[in-house]
């Protein structure tokens, strides 16, 4: 029998240094942009000195999903050094430019 391998989670969360660093993967739906919110909320409230949210490793967004990024950006806004996107070419860049057009 071959082994399945492990869904990853839609969001991981770490820390680097004085940040907390929210990795995206696969797709940005309603319900990541949910969960997101939801990880932003909890991160803030340990009262880093940032958020960055890495979009590199996405694959996919919906317009719901993409609208979870502004609300992100809303809840980091009294960090000292705010909220911050990791993006390259794809649909992580994408999702970011169509959440702010």
């Given at each position: 029998?071959?082994?399945?391998?492990?869904?990853?989670?839609?969001?991981?969360?770490?820390t680097?240094?004085?940040?907390?660093v929210?990795e995206?993967?696969?797709?940005?739906?309603?319900?990541?942009?949910?969960?997101?919110?939801?990880?932003?909320?909890?991160?803030?409230?340990?009262?880093?000195?940032?958020?960055?949210?890495?979009?590199?490793?996405?694959?996919?967004?919906?317009?719901?999903?993409?609208?979870?990024?502004?609300?992100?950006?809303?809840?980091?806004?009294?960090?000292?050094?705010?909220?911050?996107?990791?993006?390259?070419?794809?649909?992580?860049?994408?999702?970011?430019?169509?959440?702010?057009?």
């Amino acid at each position: 029998m071959t082994p399945v391998a492990a869904r990853r989670a839609p969001v991981t969360v770490r820390t680097e240094g004085a940040a907390v660093v929210l990795e995206l993967s696969d797709a940005l739906d309603p319900m990541v942009g949910r969960v997101l919110i939801d990880a932003v909320a909890s991160a803030v409230a340990t009262a880093p000195e940032r958020v960055d949210i890495d979009l590199r490793s996405l694959m996919s967004w919906t317009d719901e999903g993409a609208r979870a990024l502004v609300r992100c950006r809303e809840l980091c806004r009294d960090l000292p050094d705010g909220l911050h996107y990791r993006t390259g070419r794809g649909a992580g860049r994408e999702a970011l430019l169509a959440a702010y057009a």
